[in-house]
T-cell receptor, first 114, second 112 residues
Framework: GAVVSQHPSRVICKSGTSVKIECRSL??????MFWYRQFPKQSLMLMAT?????????EQGVEKDKFLINHASLTLSTLTVTSAHPEDSSFYIC??????????FGPGTRLTVT | DAKTTQPNSMESNEEEPVHLPCNHS???????IHWYRQLPSQGPEYVIH???SNVNNRMASLAIAEDRKSSTLILHRATLRDAAVYYC?????????????FGKGTSLLVTP
């Protein structure tokens, strides 16, 4: 099946700093990628939909100025958590679809803000 | 979005079949039934999907009730590697061009 990678897999940062997470579709082109967040013992919650070449669409309650999303190419989307705080500590997961019925998920990025 | 209801957790013995139920009484005629699973500390992975007919693939089988108000994911022989959270998701777009609405899922424990 198709592969989606995320980098880094784990990151620890200090409160107030920014962190960038990359999501790449390795063997297919994805016009749309999705960003989810998952807190411990909870389900995945959609944060935003990222479309190549256009602005991302954010879900209600997700601050677009805090979670910057850039979808610069058909194989790369980035999520930047700006001015991170401990409450932003979470498991961030991206997904992409080549247009088929399957969505392919990345392995996730564990963010810890100290 | 139509809602799904799954048991919070289930337990199975290794090499036994597992039947994971999902209720979706408000399903619409265009909703596809998707199953994904998430292993610990990993992103979800696609398992199977169907519309009306039962489906089989190398990972599992999907049995869909005739009235489509419920479905069952069948793992024919559970292994320890099948321990995961299984999500039953309704999606009206067969091409999954839309984000998936994950519920709480069923946490499957497989014991040796």
């Amino acid at each position: 099946g198709a592969v989606v990678s995320q980098h880094p897999s784990r990151v620890i940062c200090k409160s107030g700093t920014s962190v960038k997470i990359e999501c790449r579709s390795l063997d297919f082109q994805a016009t749309t990628m999705f960003w989810y967040r998952q807190f411990p013992k909870q389900s995945l919650m959609l944060m935003a939909t990222s479309n190549e070449g256009s602005k991302a669409t954010y879900e209600q309650g997700v601050e677009k100025d805090k979670f910057l999303i850039n979808h610069a190419s058909l194989t790369l989307s980035t999520l930047t958590v700006t001015s991170a705080h401990p409450e932003d500590s979470s498991f961030y997961i991206c997904s992409a679809t080549p247009g088929s019925y399957e969505q392919y998920f990345g392995p996730g990025t564990r963010l810890t803000v100290t | 979005d139509a809602k799904t209801t799954q048991p919070n957790s289930m337990e199975s013995n290794e090499e036994e079949p597992v039947h994971l139920p999902c209720n979706h009484s408000t399903i619409s005629g265009t909703d596809y039934i998707h199953w994904y699973r998430q292993l610990p500390s990993q992103g979800p992975e696609y398992v199977i999907h169907g519309l009306t007919s039962n489906v089989n693939n190398r990972m599992a089988s999907l049995a869909i009730a005739e009235d489509r108000k419920s479905s069952t994911l069948i793992l024919h022989r559970a292994t320890l590697r099948d321990a995961a959270v299984y999500y039953c998701i309704l999606d009206s777009n067969s091409n999954s061009g839309y984000a998936l609405n994950f519920g709480k899922g069923t946490s499957l424990l497989v014991t040796p």
